[in-house]
């Protein structure tokens, strides 16, 4: 029966935490030095685990068994936000790394195997999800041609010249190798954490929808504009807002969230109404019925906004991802292997984050496990997960890719 | 009888509009090499008039008549905000002029006279009413040390040396000299284009009282907090901005008008849970009690969002001035002198942006009188007035001057 290590699995994740140490957490973005170093690092651990391991031309670490039997794949991302935590991508990386060393080192496993994928940028320095959807095959060259890091605006070509990657070619997923694909990753919520639960199973990643609010009025003086004269985009855009925290709560779905992250007035001097105001939209949800649901909210209430105001507002939709459904069979696999190992301790939940798993979900069946996620902060040095969750979600993943080998 | 002379006042005004002019405006800020000219100018023009003028340490342009009898003071600022209208300070400086000259061509009228000032940076370029403030005697020596002009960077020290002004004394107002203070000004607003009015009388110059609300939440993960979860200071500041927008109509008075200007949230990410948000608030009226209502309402609103939300806000007054009430006399007297010169078309009224008239009000008598603005436009290089409502305010301005001067 395969079995973790679990000195080997933390002991693997606590040197991978020196590639680029920030307090209790790391700071490793994507081919800055720490992180080119962790890859060649990591690349080697997979050929000391009997894996064909490359780095290729974007960066992808791509590790293959000598099975002749059924496979799986395996992985995650190993770049960090700017100083953020020690588990995030990592964590999958290395669990991935450990289910393929437990399964090879079980003698009755001797067909099958793990292949280990780790995805460049999942975490976007250079762009969305590089890696993942190169190896999935989405990826052009021009869009890596006009891909730069957003902090220095160096580009992606010139980041791989130092790694000495800029001219291999890139990794493409072979899907008739793969039985499935499966992510581990913390939950960066406290959904586990609050229940007092320790595995959890996602059953979708949910889909973002990006909007801009526009608000058109007229810029005048603060003090010799009536009330009854004014037409304040500030003060239209601050009542949008609120026509949608009271709406959205009535229609939304049980996992739904919205978030307005930035509110910019134009001029934004203390004494000038505002001419124009903008804000920032976000929606999430892993159920399409809902977000065409509030998306349509939207709409109807720019029309009311419009209808009784005195400015023009434009609701505009930036981008509009679909929800990526996790395999329901892997699902249940998981969750056998969670019953086995933390009885009750478990539940099916969206993932709120966007992951590499998906865009292999296009690909293969997928599936991701969570592990609880301290005070769930995540994208934080302060980031963290207690060994014995570790150690318990490694072993929860050996089971359910045990499974899927076995089934 | 005392009557000014059109062509020379609209030929004033235009060639004053010759210094910096800007398209249809003017571009003249404090201390540039366009309102050093203008100053040096206009002095010469007072010396014509027969007054002994003087530019002294702070810029403002002094000119004494020689009358023995009865004074008054009138002015205004030459300078102008950035790529702005001709109009605005400009009209109020050459009024006191013609005033000046019209009253001291009368036979009738020489023992009595008109001083004329300007004060300088009433648009703030460098500071908070410097001239007037100057001129009443409150600016002390340290706040000029520390003045500095907001865009360049240059002290106010520095700036006054090009103009050889630097080491000159400043000129303080003798109250015991005048019998009152009268400063014409444009509109800046449609109060009286709306109503198909030609003079506006000030009745007071608005307090205004600055705030800036904060509100503490927690920053996070849009996508794995879940709403129930949240702290969101956004959303927390736009309901306390939609709780004044529907409670301050039902307490505020007549010419009540307020502001939010800026809103910021941090980080200001799309993605990101803001964790504080910064709003620049501001309110503005003419009666001390309306002030004091709504200020308490802005502190009662507070304690309801901090009692029913999950964030911490707070009201913090950065500054509340008094309101400056002008001279009931005065007012009647610039009334008598409306009403003869365009029956049935004035109004009295508050003047909702601030004006040297507010600092000189302290030391003596004030009041203002308004001409219209065309659509109310103001501090834009499109801002216009008639040249007939420009001819007629100015008579009107000298008719109730001699009023006050034979009182």
Chains 1, 2 share one sequence.
């Not at 679990?6 to 020196?18: G, H, K, Q, Y």
């Not at 509009?320 to 892997?330: E, F, R």
């Not at 099916?348 to 590499?356: C, F, K, Q």
Request: net charge negative; proline share 4%.
């Amino acid at each position: 029966m395969a079995t973790i290590k679990p000195e080997r699995l933390l002991s693997d994740l606590r040197t991978f935490a020196a590639f680029g140490a920030y307090k209790t957490g790391v700071h490793r973005p994507t081919l800055s030095a720490q992180d080119i170093a962790a890859r060649e690092w990591f690349a080697e651990r997979m050929r000391e685990a009997g894996l064909d391991a490359e780095i290729d031309g974007i960066a992808n670490v791509f590790g293959k068994c000598h099975a002749s039997g059924r496979k799986v794949l395996s992985g995650s991302h190993l770049e960090s936000q700017n100083h953020a935590g020690w588990l995030d991508g990592a964590l999958g990386c290395v669990y991935a790394l450990e289910a393929a060393r437990a399964i090879s080192e079980d003698p009755a496993m001797r067909q099958v195997g793990v292949d280990v994928a780790v995805f460049s940028d999942e975490e976007g320095h250079f762009g969305s999800f590089l890696g993942s959807r190169s190896f999935t095959g989405v990826l052009d060259e021009r869009e890596i041609d006009g891909a730069t890091n957003r902090v220095t605006g160096l580009s992606l070509r010139q980041a791989l010249v130092p790694a000495g990657w800029a001219d291999r070619p890139r990794h493409v997923i072979d899907p008739s190798r793969y039985a499935a694909f499966l992510e581990a990753h913390i939950e960066q919520g406290n959904t586990l954490e609050n229940a007092n639960l320790r595995i959890g199973i996602v059953t979708a990643i949910v889909a973002i929808w990006q909007y801009r609010f526009t608000v058109v009025g007229e810029q005048n003086h603060a003090g010799t504009t009536s009330m009854a004269r004014r037409r304040d985009a500030g003060l239209e855009l601050v009542r949008f807002l609120r026509m949608i925290d009271q709406r959205f709560p009535e229609i939304c779905g049980p996992h739904s969230v919205w978030t307005t992250g930035r509110i910019d007035l134009d001029p934004g001097e203390k004494s000038i109404i505002p001419g124009k105001a903008e804000a920032l939209f976000q929606l999430r949800d892993a159920d399409q019925a809902v977000l065409d649901r509030l998306d349509s909210a939207l709409n109807d209430l720019a029309q009311i906004a419009n209808d009784g105001g005195r400015c023009r507002l434009t609701v505009e939709r930036l981008s509009a991802s679909t929800p990526a459904l996790m395999d329901g069979a892997l699902q249940a696999a998981l969750e056998r292997a969670a019953e086995r190992r933390a009885p009750g301790q478990h539940i099916r939940m969206p993932s709120g984050a966007g992951h590499d798993a998906q865009w292999l979900a296009r690909k293969l069946p997928a599936a991701m496990l969570f592990i609880p996620s301290i005070g769930g902060i995540s994208h934080h040095w302060t980031e963290n997960t207690s060994d014995a969750d570790i150690v318990l979600g490694a072993q929860v993943l050996v089971d359910a890719i045990v499974d899927v080998l076995q089934s």
